[in-house]
């Protein structure tokens, strides 16, 4: 079946520096989400890409969608403490909406 | 407006028991999602509702899982003689329609002494 994968698992940064986690697909995929969960938390929305090279920008926030359709990335520039949590991108099934997760990327950011 | 509530918030059971998981979706959201969390994990899909049918229920480990959502709103997670392995957080999603985007609840941590 379909599988996401993310790396890194774990990331921890400095407040101020960059951060960047990846997501591949075994398949290709119609579109891909992104979404951030809080420590405790449940997984809140950020974006969804839908074109073929795709880029999107939210703030310090950059999403990515490979040529492919098969990997994105996002990218975080000068992290702050308010952006720790868990980062999950998320393929959806063109057919029944149903979201693959990936394992996640947990980023710590030291003040 | 009110977004997806799930009740109990927490819930203990002994192994072997049974339980029941209620998941309320958005007002007016036609498509409802189960998702099961395990610690460290992505959400890993169960079942997915299109107004009252189960259109996809895929996901869903073995024959003790089984939801139910008689009139397209609220959503019943139903789990038959607990195990331990079912500990985990289970999340439900919904959204205006398939493949729009899904909101989710806070979940319901099942803990299977």
């Known amino acids: 079946g379909q599988q996401v994968m993310q790396i890194p698992q774990y990331q921890h940064v400095q407040e101020g520096e960059d951060f960047t986690t990846y997501c591949n697909s075994s398949t290709t995929l119609s579109n891909i989400q992104w979404y951030k969960q809080r420590p405790g938390g449940h997984p809140v929305f950020l974006i969804q890409l839908v074109k073929s090279g795709e880029v999107k920008k939210q703030k310090r926030l950059t999403f990515q969608f490979g040529e492919a359709k098969k990997n994105s990335s996002l990218h975080i520039t000068a992290t702050q403490t308010t952006d720790v949590g868990t980062y999950f991108c998320?393929?959806?099934?063109?057919?029944?909406?149903?979201?693959?997760f990936g394992q996640g990327t947990t980023l710590q950011v030291k003040p | 407006g009110a977004g997806v509530s799930q009740t109990p918030s927490n819930k203990v059971t002994e192994k072997g028991k049974y339980v029941e998981l209620r998941c309320d979706p958005i007002?007016?959201?036609?498509?409802l999602y189960w998702y099961r969390q395990s610690l460290g994990q992505g959400p890993e899909f169960l079942i997915y509702f299109q107004g009252t049918g189960a259109a996809d229920d895929s996901g869903l480990p073995n024959d003790r899982f089984f939801a139910v959502r008689p009139e397209g709103s609220v959503s019943t997670l139903k789990i038959q003689r607990t195990e331990r392995g079912d500990s985990a957080v289970y999340l439900c999603a919904s959204s205006r329609d398939t493949r729009e985007t899904q909101y989710f609840g806070p979940g319901t941590r099942l803990l299977v002494l």
């Open positions: 998320a393929g959806v099934s063109s057919n029944t909406g149903k979201l693959i």
């Open positions: 007002s007016g959201h036609t498509a």
